[in-house]
């Protein structure tokens, strides 16, 4: 059953994990045998471009598009821009670039709400017509008040019962712009004690006078979602309609529209929305940390927009493999961030390359190295997989470790460099401290070292042990970088539930690093390359602020898998 099958073609490999179920997969299945839909798979992902799409989203455009792929049906990117209020082309392109870069192709079914407006005007005219939609022209205020409760019924509208042709008439003044925002609306009749509250006569046409983005001037009234959606599902021919739980109270209207209509009805389905620890997932939530400055943009590294995600460095098959992991259920539930940190250490482990980066450097003089050596050690790039071969990176007298790999006092379970010990620098030979010097603060500025020529490539002939590896750097070979280290942009494990999401803001987010030290090789690094810096974790190239010359890398994640340690308290 497909359910329990791996994915296909794009993610990488799942083999140690079971995919969890998808109930989507089973109705769909389902349908194909029944012949419901005569076999056609065809889903659309319908973004409102007034934000940049965030990992919550990804979750959607990886079942949509992701279904469509595996059922040889096709899905649709369909901009829902009936607000124009908020939404701009900047926001479009945005969304676009990041359906692409998540490895998803629209084809020829790019579609646009507002193109549909023409259609949407006649089949709102066609309501009227039926009897079925009336202008009100009560207030705002006033349809709030007359909607009553979950446990009263809502009132009747006294202009509830205007007749068919004056409805058509105030609608036609609607829209052409004969009211002022507000004085009336379209309002569907169904019923005002229905059970249900979306079904007490909601609204499906409203005034708004604003230029929106692609049709200009040309409406003053613009359709609610719950009137564009479904039909606009209907015009494209949509089977499965995959919207969020919050959506599910919509159904009743949804169907009630496309049935008033007699027109194609697709299937809407809810499944629960991705609720991420340490993070918000909220368009209106993050619109406010952008404006407010609280990050440096929409593309902030510690984002949790895909496109904070690819500048922070995370790989498409990252994002996938991690939407694919955490299944498709009907209860809402929150994921832990360690899952998706799990995705791209577990992308990365395979395929980046490791190096030697120094974040805080300590000079290191090794005394009884010649002055004007330079020796060429031999370093793998990648143990997991021996056919990216190995490199040179240059040895020297004097080289930089990083500080807290040497402590002058080092404490029982300290088995890095102290005063005496003996350590093996990664790749090259055993060194001793011999010497430790202090600036007039007392600070440890360099260490004084030997080393044995005997021990080259990082083991000694007479089997004598060390009990730590460090990595370093030749100090005149190195290049020099600025390093951003990254952590959760929020203190609380639910930001949302707090009364102000803000208040709890992490003040270590970021913590920047100037002239950190790296592996010479590192200096003709283009913008979005990815490696391990060995010990420290995995980095990648700023794609906004590093150039070969003037290098910034970004912590995508530490090495430390907090997910495996998550599962093994699950498991207990
Ligand atoms: P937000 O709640 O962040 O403001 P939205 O739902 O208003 O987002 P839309 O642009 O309307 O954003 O969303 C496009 C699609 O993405 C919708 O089908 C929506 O259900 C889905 N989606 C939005 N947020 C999530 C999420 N956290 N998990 C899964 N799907 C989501
Ligand atoms: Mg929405």
Same mark, same amino acid.
């Given at each position: 059953m497909s359910g329990s099958k791996t994915n296909g073609?794009?993610?990488?490999?799942?083999?140690e994990v079971t995919v969890p179920p998808n109930f989507i997969r089973y109705i769909i299945e389902e349908d194909m045998a029944t012949g419901k839909y005569d076999g056609r798979v065809v889903t659309r992902f319908p973004p409102e471009p007034n934000g940049y799409l965030h990992i919550g989203h990804a979750k959607s455009i990886c079942l949509n598009f992701g279904l469509s792929r595996e059922y040889n049906g096709t899905c649709h990117l369909r901009f829902?821009?009936?607000?124009?209020? !908020?939404?701009n082309i900047e926001y479009v392109n945005s969304i676009q670039e990041d359906v692409k870069w998540l490895g998803f192709n629209w084809n020829d079914h790019l579609y646009f709400t507002s193109d549909y407006f023409d259609r949407l005007f006649e089949y709102a005219v066609q309501l009227i017509q039926m009897n079925k939609a009336y202008v009100d022209s009560q207030s705002a205020e006033q349809i709030r008040e007359n909607r009553g409760t979950l446990k009263e019924p809502g009132s009747n509208s006294p202009y509830r019962n205007r007749t068919v042709a004056e409805n058509l008439a105030l609608f036609q003044k609607m829209k052409n712009g004969e009211f002022d925002e507000g004085a009336c609306v379209l309002r569907a009749r169904?019923?005002?004690?229905?059970?249900?509250?979306?079904?007490?006569?909601?609204?499906?046409y409203r005034i708004r006078k604003l230029d929106h983005h692609r049709t200009n001037d040309q409406w003053c009234i613009y359709p609610m979602y719950d009137f564009a959606h479904c039909l606009s599902d209907s015009i494209e021919k949509i089977t499965h309609s995959l919207c969020t739980l919050e959506f599910k109270n919509n159904r009743e209207l949804y169907d009630w529209i496309l049935d008033a209509l007699d027109v194609y009805h697709p299937q809407q389905i809810e499944f629960a929305r991705l609720n991420l620890s340490y993070t918000v997932l909220s368009k209106r939530k993050l619109i406010e940390l952008v404006q407010q400055n609280h990050v440096s943009g929409w593309d902030d590294p510690r984002m949790p927009t895909i496109s904070g995600l690819r500048r922070r460095g995370y790989t498409p098959a990252s994002v996938r493999n991690f939407c694919e992991r955490i299944g498709v259920a009907k209860r809402d539930s929150t994921v832990d961030v360690a899952l998706l940190e799990y995705c791209i250490r577990e992308d990365l482990n395979k395929t980046a390359p490791r190096v030697m980066g120094v974040l805080n450097p300590l000079r290191v003089v090794i005394e009884n190295f010649p002055e004007d050596l330079t020796e060429e050690m031999d370093a793998v790039n990648n143990p997991e997989d021996p056919t990216m071969g190995s490199r040179k990176i240059p040895f020297s007298k004097v080289l930089y470790i990083e500080?807290?790999?040497?402590?002058?006092?080092?404490? !029982? /379970?300290?088995?890095?460099?102290?005063?005496g010990r003996e350590v093996r620098l990664r790749y090259a030979y055993f060194i001793t401290c011999t010497d430790v010097i202090k600036d007039d603060s007392g600070k440890v500025v360099e260490l004084r070292c030997t080393y044995d020529p005997?021990?080259?490539?990082?083991?000694?002939p007479d089997g004598r042990k060390v009990k730590a590896t460090l990595h370093w750097v030749s100090a005149q070979h190195a290049a020099s970088a600025e390093v951003r280290l990254y952590e959760n942009?929020?203190?609380?494990?639910?930001?949302?539930?707090?009364?102000?999401? /803000?208040?709890?803001?992490?003040?270590?987010?970021v913590r920047i690093l100037k002239d950190c030290k790296l592996e010479p090789g590192l200096g003709s690094a283009e913008p979005g390359f990815r490696c391990q810096f060995e010990r420290l974790g995995y980095f990648c190239a700023d794609i906004k602020d590093s150039a070969p010359d003037n290098l910034v890398f970004n912590r995508i994640v530490t090495l430390r898998d907090m997910w495996a340690k998550i599962k093994k308290q699950q498991k207990k």
């Open positions: 073609d794009h993610t990488s490999d799942t083999s829902d821009d009936t607000n124009p209020g !908020k939404e169904i019923d005002m004690a229905s059970p249900s509250i979306i079904m007490r006569d909601p609204t499906l500080q807290d790999d040497f402590m002058e006092d080092p404490p !029982k /379970k300290f088995f890095r460099l102290g005063p005997a021990t080259r490539g990082g083991d000694a942009l929020f203190e609380a494990e639910n930001p949302a539930a707090a009364d102000d999401f /803000k208040a709890t803001l992490n003040d270590n987010s």
